[in-house]
């Protein structure tokens, strides 16, 4: 499958982006689908993850209650929702993918190490 992110911007804090990922080649059916950034000089950090197939999310604690993941099954396209921007939430946004059912109640996985499909960053900056 190939990934292809966008919707990255330059916004003030408090404010609302959504950020999307369309796979351009194949489906996300039994992938789980994740959303990465990083920081410059900062290693690149899990955000949120979605099971395809059931629904079933994780979010990482720096971003629960904010940050929503979703899907669009007819264009094949994974959506992260970003409310309530803060500075400390510029970095540039990868979405990620790996083949795989986890099923619900389990981890889902959040080490990039674990995705082996990348799509190319967006820049999200936030300014206060």
């Known amino acids: 499958v190939q990934l292809q992110a966008s919707g990255g911007g330059l916004v003030q804090a408090g404010v609302s982006l959504r950020l999307s990922c369309a796979a351009s080649?194949?489906?996300?059916?039994?992938?789980?689908v994740g959303w990465f950034r990083q920081a410059p000089e900062k290693e690149r950090e899990f955000v949120a993850a979605m099971q395809w197939d059931d629904g079933n999310t994780m979010y990482a604690d720096s971003v629960k209650g904010r940050f929503t993941i979703s899907r669009e099954n007819a264009d094949n396209t994974i959506y992260l929702d970003m409310g309530s921007l803060k500075p400390e939430d510029t970095a540039a946004y990868y979405c990620?993918?790996?083949?795989?059912?986890?099923?619900?109640?389990?981890?889902?996985?959040?080490?990039?190490?674990?995705?082996?499909?990348w799509g190319q960053g967006t820049q999200v900056t936030v300014s206060s």
């Open positions: 990620a993918a790996v083949l795989g059912y986890y099923g619900m109640g389990y981890i889902l996985p959040n080490h990039p190490a674990d995705y082996n499909y």
């Open positions: 080649e194949g489906t996300f059916r039994k992938y789980v």
